[in-house]
């Protein structure tokens, strides 16, 4: 005898996983379509956020200076830069004023990365946009300060006195690109608790991974701080390594949060 169902139900009770993930699966050439997109915004942002720097070039100049112009008055140096080419002054202001616009424009490159990365995540976890962007720009500015006001000042401090007996004689293009290599690559490790949690986020590794890792983390870290500073005076890279390690801690924090959240969400499901 057939069985006739009078109220049968308007919606599916098993969702499609495409309606979950907020759209529709991109092909592998629709990615590469989508990622030259972003990153031609993310070049153009920092190409403007550059071209509006370069206008304050000497404020910048004299504020990227200052660590060594400093250590030069403590030691009774001439607290001034050299250059040997006539192109070198240019050169630096344009470097400058490329890495000041990566740090103004960081929130939007950042916003561009989630982007592109959004379609892969479900809709509950979309909404974490800002606090992303928020992080993520923060702790790369933070990097930069951190390098800037302790990091670099400490190797300086060390290699200056370390060669006393010498006529320092730094050239402009010398010490500006190797403060830029610094600040930017400080910058870009305070980036591991965000990296850690987009890791955890998508379940690649889990808290239990990092902390049971932590003593192979905390010699990654003593290498990485060894290889970012131009000194190797044992006072300036533990001066870089603890900040690390503690990164590295909140990031087991920060992804144990983030599997707490899975775990819950799997069982509401």
């Known amino acids: 005898m057939a069985t006739i169902v009078r109220n049968p139900p308007t919606t ?10 907020g759209g529709k699966q991109m092909s592998f050439l629709e990615h590469l379509e989508e990622l030259r997109q972003r990153l031609i915004r993310c070049v153009l942002s920092v190409c403007i956020a550059g071209g509006a720097s370069f206008y304050f070039r000497n404020q910048i100049y004299g504020f990227l200076a200052r660590p060594l112009t400093n250590e030069l008055r403590a030691l009774h140096y001439p607290p001034k830069l050299i250059f040997l080419n006539p192109v070198d002054p240019f050169n630096l202001f344009i ?4 890495v000041c616009g990566l740090f103004l424009a960081c929130p939007y490159v950042l916003w561009q990365i989630w982007l592109f990365i959004s379609p892969g995540l479900y809709k509950h976890e979309k909404r974490y946009v800002w606090p992303f962007v928020l992080l993520t720009s923060s702790l790369f500015v933070a990097g930069g300060a951190f390098a800037y006001r302790f990091a670099f000042p400490a190797a300086l401090a060390f290699l200056l006195n370390f060669a006393h007996q010498f006529q320092p004689a730094v050239t402009i293009d010398e010490y500006c690109g ?10 870009l490790v305070f980036e591991l608790p965000v990296a850690i949690m987009l890791l955890s986020l998508f379940g690649i590794i889990t808290p239990k991974f990092l902390w049971k890792n932590l003593r192979y983390a905390i010699l990654i870290t003593a290498v990485l701080a060894a290889a970012i500073l131009p000194s190797n005076d044992l006072a300036s890279i533990f001066i870089v390594w603890i900040p690390l390690v503690g990164l590295y801690i909140l990031s087991i924090g920060l992804s144990w949060l983030v599997t707490i959240r899975r775990r819950r969400r799997a069982q509401q499901a």
Not at 12 to 21: K, Q, W
Not at 95 to 98: E, G, N, R, V, Y
């Open 12 to 21: 599916n009770p098993r969702r499609d996983p495409e309606e979950e993930l």
């Open 95 to 98: 470097k400058m004023s490329i």
């Open 178 to 187: 190797l403060a830029l290599k610094v600040i930017v690559a400080v910058g």
